[in-house]
């Protein structure tokens, strides 16, 4: 879905679908769980292109894909780490 909408142009949909995928990789459920790769390419593109004039009516939705953003950077930060250091592990000097 979020390929259709542009956050540019539709800030207010891809906010409310950024959200679900959101809370769909937060809980897990189901078969179909929301990669983290994705959920966090999406949020970035929507971060770089929102329309500021209609987030400002959804200043609590767009509040949850920033802490959303903050956490998954947070998350990719030690993913990418762990790769690193077992990189190195594997590769003495």
Excluded: C
């Amino acid at each position: 879905m979020t390929q259709v909408v542009n956050p540019a142009l539709h800030s207010l949909p891809y906010t409310f679908i950024l959200i679900a995928h959101i809370n769909a990789h937060s809980n897990k459920r189901g078969n179909k769980t929301v990669r983290l790769e994705f959920l966090w390419e999406k949020i970035q593109g929507y971060l770089v292109s929102f329309d500021a004039r209609q987030i400002r009516y959804v200043g609590l939705e767009f509040m949850q894909v920033l802490d959303a953003a903050a956490t998954l950077a947070g998350a990719i930060a030690q993913v990418k780490l762990k790769l690193v250091a077992s990189y190195t592990a594997d590769d003495p000097l």
